[in-house]
């Protein structure tokens, strides 16, 4: 059973940065497309930004040029460097396999935005 475990979320104000982390157990992570979602309060669970097994990544209009995603293989570790943070990013910040499939969520990090 894999399980995920996110990390670095916080208060910061707009403008502000910060980076996420997601460890991931099991022992086939690096074939795997990931992704990190996020979800508002009274709104549905996004998609925001993905990476391939290979490197390639994708991101959802409203974070581009703002987020950048990576990966570790070794540390079975996905990243989401955040910049340029506004208040609308506020949300709890989840990773997971794209698509999840039968993976099960962790616990989320929260990201709160605000002066």
């Known amino acids: 059973q894999v399980q995920l475990v996110e990390s670095g979320g916080g208060l910061v104000q707009p403008g502000g940065s910060l980076r996420l982390s997601c460890a991931a157990s099991?022992?086939?992570?690096?074939?795997?497309?990931m992704g990190w979602y996020r979800q508002a309060p009274g709104a549905q669970r996004e998609l925001v930004a993905a990476?391939?097994?290979?490197?390639?990544?994708n991101y959802t209009d409203s974070v581009k040029g703002r987020f950048a995603i990576s990966r570790d293989n070794a540390k079975k570790t996905v990243y989401l460097q955040m910049d340029s943070l506004k208040p609308e990013d506020t949300a709890v910040y989840y990773c997971?396999?794209?698509?999840?499939?039968?993976?099960?969520w962790g616990q989320g990090t929260q990201v709160t935005v605000s002066s």
């Open positions: 997971n396999k794209v698509p999840r499939n039968r993976w099960p």
């Open positions: 099991g022992n086939i992570f690096s074939i795997y497309t």
């Open positions: 990476i391939t097994s290979s490197g390639g990544t």
